[in-house]
Structures are given as C-alpha cells and as structure tokens.
C-alpha cells in the first residue's frame, strides 16, 4: 500500500512538470525549501525524478532562518542534513524578519516573502540556474483565492496561485496537502511543524484553520477541488483576453521607449472597457514589470481622463507613474 501511494504522488507530481513545462532538460533549480511537510515533500520528490532519470536537470536547496522560533534553528540543521545525506548542496541564510518587518513598517508576513526570494534570487545567480521552485499546492492557491477577493481584487484574483510564473515554477500546485501529509507518513519523512501556522493572528491562518474547514463541513466537502477547478477556469479566461489585449496594443501604440509609452487616444477609447482596463495594466506592466501599486479606482480614474479627451491634463496613481492626455495622445510614462 505504501509503495503505491508514493508512486501515486510521484507520478502526479511529474505529470504537472511534464503539463505545464516547469522541469526541462538542463535546467538549474533553486528549491526553496523550510522543512515543513510542503517543502520537505517536493525536494524528495524532485530528487527521485532526477535519480529516475525522467527528466536530465540539476537543483540546490535554499533555506532561510527567519529568526523568529525557538525551533527555526532546528528546522534549518533538519534541512541540511537531508541534504548531506543526499550529496544536495546546500545554502542557507539567518535574518531578523522582525526587524526588517519593524524598519519597513509591513507585516511580518510580507517580510518574511521579501527576505526568502531575495535569497533566492541571490542563490540562483551564484549557481547560475534558472529556475525557483516553491512548494505551494492546491489548498495554498486557494486561500490566495479567497485573500484575493476579499482585498476586492476581482476576477484577476481568482487565477490564485498560478503554476508557472516567470521563473518561478510550482511542481506541487495539483497536489492537496492531505495526499502531502500522507506522502510524509507512507515515505518516513518527518517534516518540521510551524506551530505559528496554527496561531488565528493572520488573514492566512483564519482562511486555512477556521474558514475552509468550515465550508468543507457545512456545504462542500469538496471545496478545495472546487475551487481549482474556477481558477483554472479564469486562467483560461484571462489568456484569451490577454491575446487580445496583446493584439489591441499593437494596433493602438504610437511609441514605445523604456520610460515611456504613447498611445492612440481616439483608438484607445474605441475599445470595450474591460479591454482598456486590461490594455493600461499591460502597459504599466511592460515599463515596470509589475502592477503592483495600481488598484481598480487608478484604473477608473485613467479611463475617466482619456474619455474626457481634454488636452494637457494628467494622473498620477503613484509617485513613480504620469498618465499624461496631449495631442490626442495618452503617454504613460515613469516618473524618475
């Protein structure tokens, strides 16, 4: 029975890799890895994908010591030692999130994200490598889901957790975590425990320990498939769009430099305004390779001004972004 739940998982894993090309031949992974049941189980298993041969790629690990339990010095030495075991190098790094949260007056949630994929980054160009894989699964993607829409992020937010971003790949994102749970007790492996992950101080945590189990009881046992099933359904959805916007912008842009884009006005608000909307953020996207910082009124607002049509007039969303209307132009330009 063992030998076959392991297999179950294994092949799971490896048919994600395969679906959505997270793993190819000569790549160079950076596995992020806490030591938690999540992590521990996605380094075990991309190692016996790599000893089976299945796929031709190399990884090391990456652990961060946030400094903040009494047991983090613990998790990191539990980590190095499934490495030296394994002949996997191993880097890993102690820093006060606390501190840094404190200085930076945000979460220490938020910190804690910031300090793990600046390192991860760090790792990635000593051993230049070419991709970070981070253990997120199903029921992660959709308490990103559920914090999504109650920060009022819309439809976008429904996509979660998606499986590949960038250079960011995510082999264990069709996988729940009971079958992870169980993978540690079929296979021996006993993962660190956060006891923090059980503590209803962060949004997370209440989602995950008091709303989930809720809804599972009460209405949808099913639930966390559920709700993969709608984010696969918005991602399918928001490609197509994307085409579309992509298609638009080309026929619409006027210039196009690295601190600034100009844009037919007159073509612009010919468009449908969810293809507007979708045309400012891509955008923003292609000066600063993010949106982050732009919510839905700055959106509004700018499709209010370029409707407007009135010459020499301009937004600013953020100090880093102008949203300037001249000469039947709109030129979206960085701020320096």
């Given amino acids: 029975m063992a030998q076959r739940e392991k297999k179950t998982l294994i092949h799971k894993v490896f048919n994600t890799i395969v679906k959505y090309q997270l793993i190819e031949t000569g790549d160079v992974l950076v596995l992020g890895v806490s030591g938690g049941p999540d992590s521990i189980t996605m380094l075990d298993i991309l190692l016996k994908i790599k000893q ?20 983090a010095k613990e998790d990191e030495e539990y980590v190095k030692e499934y490495c030296m075991k394994n002949d996997i190098q191993f880097y890993g790094k102690s820093i006060d999130v606390q501190k840094i949260a404190y200085t930076n007056k945000i979460s220490t949630e938020e910190a804690g994200r910031d300090v793990r994929y600046k390192f991860f980054d760090e790792v990635l160009q000593k051993i230049k490598g070419n991709k970070i894989a981070i253990a997120h699964n199903k029921n992660d993607r959709v308490e990103t889901m559920i914090m999504n829409e109650l920060r009022g992020c819309g439809i976008q937010g429904l996509k979660g957790i998606e499986p590949i971003r960038g250079k960011y790949i995510r082999p264990l994102i069709e996988c729940e975590r009971k079958e992870i749970e169980e993978y540690c007790k079929e296979n021996h492996i006993e993962p660190r425990i956060d ?17 989930i189990p809720y809804v599972e009881q009460e209405f949808n046992p099913n639930f966390i498939e559920t709700m993969n099933r709608l984010s696969d359904l918005v991602v399918e959805q928001e490609e197509y769009i994307q085409k579309q916007v992509e298609k638009v912008y080309q026929e619409i842009v006027l210039e196009e430099k690295k601190e600034y884009v100009i844009l037919d006005l007159k073509k612009f608000n010919e468009q449908e305004k969810v293809i507007k909307s979708n045309i400012i953020l891509y955008t923003i996207t292609r000066l600063f390779h993010t949106t982050k910082g732009i919510e839905k009124i700055h959106i509004e607002d700018i499709i209010k001004l ?3 049509n009135i010459g020499n007039k301009f937004l600013m969303p953020n100090k880093n972004l102008k949203v300037f209307i001249k000469n039947r132009e709109i030129k979206i330009s960085k701020e320096v």
Avoid at 195 to 211: L, P
């Fill in 195 to 211: 006891k923090t992950n059980f503590e209803n101080v962060y949004t997370r945590n209440k989602i995950r320990n008091i709303m």
């Fill in 306 to 308: 370029c409707t407007n």
């Fill in 52 to 71: 089976a041969n299945q796929i031709s790629f190399d990884f090391v690990v990456a652990h961060v010591n946030h400094m903040i339990r009494e047991e």
